[in-house]
């Protein structure tokens, strides 16, 4: 994920709220929509395009999913789940356990990917990436905004929500490879436009596709959101460094074979995660002095230069101290 501006909430300030399972549909190949609910049908948070929750399947097992219904719809929430071939767990649980009047834990909405103003937007989603761009899409036409989405995907009944976007006739560019091949990104992202922010999810071999087409554009036009986090290198082993955390008053040393969150959550202090990949920015943490060294897939590099915020599941420090709001 990468956005200009995240709203992730401070890591030990959430807590999960128990939801039913109201809706459960079959969308396209390998893909469900969920629709969760309130057991007492109350209200639920507000959130907006862009905004993912996570789910506490199990005690062990937590995954985020894109919120991809309407933020005006306040008492229903509705994500759509791919169940993967290479599932660690996630997928799977809820494809085959998380049925009708079942119970769950969800954590959020918190939104690291959100839509800026703009007179026109180009969307670009690779398969279930599709789910964030949905609510951005109707935001967009709500707003006046000029725009155009390229949908890919594996084949026409690999993709979901198609009928949704039906309407929005030929703004919506439908893609199967089956069919045309690859999405051509330099055919769509070829020429750069002032004025047009691009929004796109899907796959990394789409994204990086993406990032690499539009080195061109102007700063600030790509905004993409990850479904796993970029590849760093393997060789930049981190050293070891203090961290004091500043609200409990508790400071640690942080091994090179070890991260930040595990330590300090070793040394009781309290600090949310989910990932533990530097991709959802559950564990965004405020700093308060010195140099984070970043490597997560969430923040922009306007905000990784100014070094007011860091994932502390994965990234690190360049010198021997950070001081962090925890």
Known sequence: ????????????????RELVVIGH???????????????????LPSWTPGAHVDLLLTPALTRQYSLCGSPANRTGWRIGVLRGAASRGG?????????????????????????????????????????????????????????????????????????????????VVVWPEDESGMLDIE??????????????????????????????????????????????????VGRSFEVLCQQSGVTVTVPPDRSILEVVQEAGVPALSSCMEGVCGTCETAVLEGEPDHRDSLLSTKEKAAGNHMMICVSRSYGARLVLDL
């Open 1 to 16: 994920m990468t956005s200009p501006s995240t709203t992730a909430t401070t890591g030990h300030s959430e807590h999960p």
């Open 25 to 43: 549909t079959r969308v396209a190949d390998g893909l469900v929509s969920v629709e969760l609910a309130a057991p007492d049908g109350s209200k």
């Open 187 to 236: 055919m769509i992202l070829g020429q750069p436009q002032t004025g047009v922010l691009v929004y796109a999810c899907g796959p990394e071999g789409l994204l990086q596709a993406v990032e690499g087409q539009c080195a061109e554009w102007p700063v600030g036009s790509l905004h993409v959101e990850r479904f796993v986090p970029k590849l760093v290198d393997a060789a930049a």
């Open 91 to 171: 997928s799977r649980h809820i494809h085959e356990e998380l049925r009708l009047g079942a119970r769950v834990a969800v954590r959020g909405p918190r939104n690291s990917f959100p839509l800026l103003a703009a007179p026109a937007y180009l969307f670009l989603a690779g398969g279930v990436g599709i789910t964030p761009l949905l609510p951005m899409i109707a935001e967009a036409e709500a707003a006046g905004a000029r725009w155009t989405i390229f949908y890919g995907g594996r084949t026409r009944n690999s993709m979901g929500f198609l009928d949704e976007l039906a309407p929005y006739g030929d703004r």
